[in-house]
């Protein structure tokens, strides 16, 4: 799903488009989380890392693709059907965060909000050809 959010006049991430994974709250924007029972929800409020961003100056520009309820690793399950890999398609894109590894790979966003709790942001980036940052744990 496109959108246009923009974020502060200035900031580290001024001039910076965001995709942001389906299981992370964007106020006024549909959220599924890959499955269909979330169909017609839209979320009160931004996510702390939304927030973030768009405090740094980001734009969010869409949503991506993720695997039902974040479940699986084959970038296939998902609600919206699979995640291609952006080399071959047909084949998987990796995890969870597959849809935020494409949208990097076509440039359709400078870079992608996932989550990763084994593997799901490290996994699709390395089978899409990049690097996917985990952050640590406080």
Known sequence: MKTGIKGAASGPLAGRTIAVKDRITVAG???MNGSGLLDGFVAPADATDVHRV???GGEIVGRTNCEYFCLSGGSHSGRHGPTHNPHRRGYSAGGSSSG???VVVTGEAD???GADQAGSIRVPASFC???GLRPGRR
């Open 29 to 31: 924007i549909p959220m």
């Open 100 to 102: 935020s590894a494409v």
């Open 54 to 56: 768009l405090e740094a």
């Open 111 to 113: 870079m992608a909000l």
């Open 129 to 131: 050809g990049r690097r």
